[in-house]
């Protein structure tokens, strides 16, 4: 221990500065029989703010108790009044190093959070408080997704801290749904028809040979962008992304594999003639063991432009639709499901293909599916 008066006007505090960066402070006084007393008051750490003057604040509390014949209490410390832009800070660091999404969080956080919740003491807060920064946001104007995102990432700021004993003995106002989460109807209705996405394809073919194949991987699998190109969050045991490789695709038996991912179920994809055309040529130019890359061998992040561009002179107007009725690179896959129900597959070998963990998610295709009930029904006879 190695001891040393804090100085100044704190006389009686001592301070211990220790290798982890932590401060202790102890108050030096004589007890009501004059011996000499040094205890320990209050220790400064990522949670807590505790600081000479707190210790020096105890000191004179102890004193006047002993003047007054009381029997001084010393308790270790006071309530942490660690904030929200200290815990945002430690969060920080960790996902600058572990999510592709932290300049997003970042962001948000600036922009949103920060002038809400940032200087206010993490223990305080209460989830009425959280419920009317919801009905802020909403008043604004911000959609119902964007405030979920901000609810989202302020609980999982707030599980951070509590998981690395950085917050002690509270529980997150945001769990166990203590605050609702907007409601959002995200599905997408708008989908592709033949005639449009030969069209679509036709342009890309003539403008931009990687953007044209990437569109036939997509449409023809129903796969997500992320399971063709790698470009997400999802990552194996090493830490790298999970785009699709050589090695899912079987060039004899016309098929391709789909790994199960925290998304979806794992799913073989029977290829039909486009989709073998351009497996082929991918094969023919590869440069190393994903089946499509960028120009340099990289990881495609995002769909070109090349494809709304596509899509607007096919269908004018497109990009100013809304978000349910806009067709997006997401919209293949809706594409693919939706014609698959239109000729007629059944919805649980729809669920199937798409790789769904839940039927839920794949009954947004049964109303596109012939029903033959009626006509069955008519049939009926004696």
Request: glycine share 6%.
């Amino acid at each position: 221990m190695a001891l040393k008066p804090a100085g100044g006007k704190y006389e009686g505090v001592w301070i211990n500065k220790l290798k982890n960066g932590d401060i202790s402070y102890y108050i030096n006084y004589r007890d009501e029989n004059g011996k000499p007393v040094k205890v320990q008051v209050g220790k400064k750490t990522i949670a807590s703010d505790f600081s000479a003057r707190d210790a020096y604040a105890k000191l004179i509390e102890v004193k006047y108790k002993l003047q007054h014949d009381q029997e001084p209490t010393i308790k270790g410390g006071r309530t942490s009044k660690i904030k929200l832009d200290d815990l945002w800070q430690e969060f920080f660091i960790y996902a600058k190093a572990n999510k592709k999404s932290w300049t997003i969080d970042e962001q948000n956080y600036n922009k949103h959070i920060k002038p809400a919740f940032g200087n206010k003491a993490v223990k305080n807060l209460k989830s009425l408080e959280f419920e009317k920064f919801k009905s802020d946001l909403v008043d604004k104007g911000l959609k119902a997704q964007t405030v979920k995102h901000q609810l989202t990432l302020i609980r999982t700021i707030i599980n951070y801290a509590i998981k690395h004993d950085i917050l002690k003995n509270f529980t997150n106002p945001l769990s166990n749904g203590k605050v609702k989460m907007p409601d959002i109807d995200n599905k997408r209705l708008a989908y592709l028809t033949k005639d449009e996405a030969k069209e679509i394809l036709a342009i890309l073919q003539s403008t931009h040979t990687l953007t044209y194949h990437l569109t036939v991987l997509l449409l023809f699998t129903g796969a997500r962008f992320s399971e063709i190109t790698g470009a997400s969050a999802q990552k194996n045991k090493a830490g790298e992304a999970i785009p699709l490789k050589w090695s899912d695709v079987n060039l004899n038996n016309k098929t391709i594999f789909f790994k199960k991912t925290k998304n979806g179920n794992e799913c073989h994809i029977a290829m039909n003639d486009t989709l073998v055309e351009t497996i082929q040529y991918l094969y023919d130019n590869k440069v190393n063991d994903n089946v499509i890359t960028n120009s340099v061998g990289g990881i495609i992040l995002r769909m070109p432009d090349y494809f709304m561009s596509a899509v607007e002179s096919v269908i004018g107007g497109n990009k100013i639709k809304d978000s349910k009725n806009k067709i997006t690179a997401h919209s293949l896959r809706h594409t693919h499901a939706s014609w698959l129900a239109e000729a007629g597959l059944d919805i649980l070998q729809i669920k199937e293909q798409l790789g769904h963990k839940n039927i839920e998610m794949t009954m947004r295709y049964a109303h596109l599916i012939p029903n033959i009930r009626h006509e069955a029904t008519r049939e009926l006879s004696l």
